[in-house]
């Protein structure tokens, strides 16, 4: 069973940076193209970042460019997604998600981690 696991979030302070990551296991992800959302309470889900299966295309929102950073390992089966320049705009349940195509739509995703908190205080 394909299962993702994000991990590092937590209380960070406004213009303070975290790093998430998101291990893959029962699947070899190295061939899906992995993306990172987020969602606010009362909000719909809102894409960030998404990486191709080699690592070797990214594309990222507008609301996030040149503060957020999408890499992957593919030997240890991790999307990380840096974060710099943190407002508390920010703040929300950050998840990732594996897909076939790299994409900014959360309908092109196929399997999807059950998220961690990210809170930004001004």
């Known amino acids: 069973q394909a299962q993702l696991v994000e991990s590092g979030g937590g209380p960070v302070q406004a213009g303070g940076s975290l790093r998430l990551s998101c291990a893959a296991s029962?699947?070899?992800?190295?061939?899906?193209?992995m993306g990172w959302f987020r969602q606010a309470p009362g909000k719909e889900r809102e894409f960030l970042a998404a990486?191709?299966?080699?690592?070797?295309?990214?594309s990222y929102a507008d609301s996030v460019k040149g503060r957020f950073t999408i890499s992957r390992d593919n030997a240890k089966n991790t999307v990380d997604l840096q974060m710099n320049s943190l407002k508390p705009e920010d703040t929300a349940v950050y998840i990732c998600?594996?897909?076939?195509?790299?994409?900014?739509?959360?309908?092109?995703?196929?399997?999807w981690g059950q998220g961690t908190q990210v809170t930004v205080s001004s």
């Open positions: 029962g699947r070899t992800f190295s061939s899906y193209a």
């Open positions: 990486i191709s299966w080699s690592g070797g295309s990214t």
């Open positions: 998600a594996a897909g076939t195509v790299q994409a900014g739509t959360a309908l092109e995703y196929d399997y």
